[in-house]
């Protein structure tokens, strides 16, 4: 059973970084892509990064150049998602979804983290 775990979520002032990790938990056999979404009350579900198991990197004009989304070297099941500089309107919460294969499946599928909550005030 595949499952994605979040964490790093909270709360911050205007200006300051967090670091959100996601952990696919299950014997993970390969990863096509991975990317995080935000969601703030009222709004949409919207992609804010993504990453291809290939290296391809792409972001939403309003988190260019604040935030990183990387894959940890330690383990290749876990995604950061680094933000720096957050500003009020990045509150929301926000969720990881990966495209994986693993153990008990015949082909890749689709899995979301129950989503962390970030606060950034002003």
């Known amino acids: 059973q595949v499952q994605l775990v979040e964490s790093g979520g909270g709360s911050v002032q205007a200006g300051g970084s967090l670091t959100l990790t996601c952990k696919a938990s299950g014997t993970i056999f390969d990863i096509n892509s991975m990317g995080w979404y935000r969601q703030a009350p009222g709004d949409k579900r919207e992609l804010i990064a993504f990453t291809t198991g290939r290296g391809y990197t792409n972001y939403t004009d309003s988190v260019k150049g604040r935030f990183t989304i990387s894959r940890s070297n330690k383990d290749k099941t876990t995604v950061l998602l680094q933000m720096n500089s957050l500003k009020p309107q990045d509150t929301a919460v926000y969720y990881c979804?990966?495209?994986?294969?693993?153990?008990?499946?015949?082909?890749?599928?689709?899995?979301w983290g129950q989503g962390t909550q970030v606060t950034v005030s002003s």
């Open positions: 979804n990966l495209d994986l294969w693993a153990r008990g499946f015949s082909s890749y599928q689709n899995f």
